[in-house]
């Protein structure tokens, strides 16, 4: 299995972007799928996560601004995030747990939030 994620860019607070992370090999609809992030300085940390296909989960201070989806025709996850803030600056992974509980990275992705 290979993650390959893409979107980040630059944006000014308040604004919006999408990533988008291409998911290639065996990808099981129901093995969890997340998004990470890590700011500069700072340890890596859970934003998002999708479990069965149907159940999302955020952590509290993304919650009600970001969105995960799937699309399980095109092997995809997607992180829609609005409302972003300079302290959402951080290079964002996805993140696919194997059948077997491997956890397999994507090779990041990096989002910057000027104020």
């Known amino acids: 299995v290979q993650l390959q994620a893409s979107g980040g860019g630059l944006v000014q607070a308040g604004g919006s972007l999408r990533l988008s992370c291409e998911m290639f090999g065996n990808i099981f609809v129901i093995n969890p799928v997340a998004w990470y992030r890590q700011a500069p300085g700072k340890q890596r940390e859970w934003v998002a996560s999708?479990?069965?296909?149907?159940?999302?989960n955020y952590a509290d201070s993304v919650k009600g601004r970001f969105t995960i989806s799937r699309d399980n025709a095109k092997n995809t996850v997607y992180l829609q995030m609005n409302s972003l803030k300079p302290e959402d600056t951080a290079v964002y992974y996805c993140n696919y747990v194997t059948p077997r509980g491997g956890w397999v990275w994507g090779q990041g992705t990096l989002v910057t939030v000027s104020s």
């Open positions: 999708s479990t069965s296909g149907t159940t999302t």
